[in-house]
């Protein structure tokens, strides 16, 4: 059944309507830290942040069914975000780009970054 529900992923985020949801098929800290980033960037960022991101990272699509998983701008953002706010333990090799992250939050402090932009 879960499966279904995240259509074959760890996890899935959906906007739209009234009613934005999560599903999360695979309990780790890294999936839920990257559906709840894809939550605030649908929230909260900007097309000029956007646009900043993709040129900095050599994309070309924020999103899209037909571009690559690993191709969007929105699965590279939220795994940058995730990353920069997972704990030690969950974090990669990779280098979260706190650079990246300037961009897409426009303030070098996570914390100040997340509570300064009000929802749409």
């Given at each position: 059944m879960c499966a279904h529900g995240c259509w074959g992923?760890?996890?899935l985020y959906r906007s739209g309507g009234e009613v934005e949801r999560i599903?999360?098929?695979h309990v780790s800290e890294f999936v839920i830290l990257h559906e709840l980033a894809h939550a605030w960037d649908f929230n909260n960022s900007t097309e000029e942040a956007r646009s900043g991101f993709l040129e900095a990272t050599g994309l070309t699509h924020w999103s899209g069914e037909d571009v690559p998983w690993l191709d969007r701008?929105?699965?590279r953002a939220a795994n940058v975000v995730a990353m920069t706010l997972a704990s030690e333990s969950t974090r990669s090799?990779?280098?979260p780009a706190p650079d990246l992250m300037q961009i897409l939050t426009g303030s070098d402090c996570v914390v100040e970054s997340v509570v300064r932009y009000p929802a749409r």
């Open positions: 992923n760890n996890g599903d999360i098929c701008g929105a699965e090799c990779e280098d």
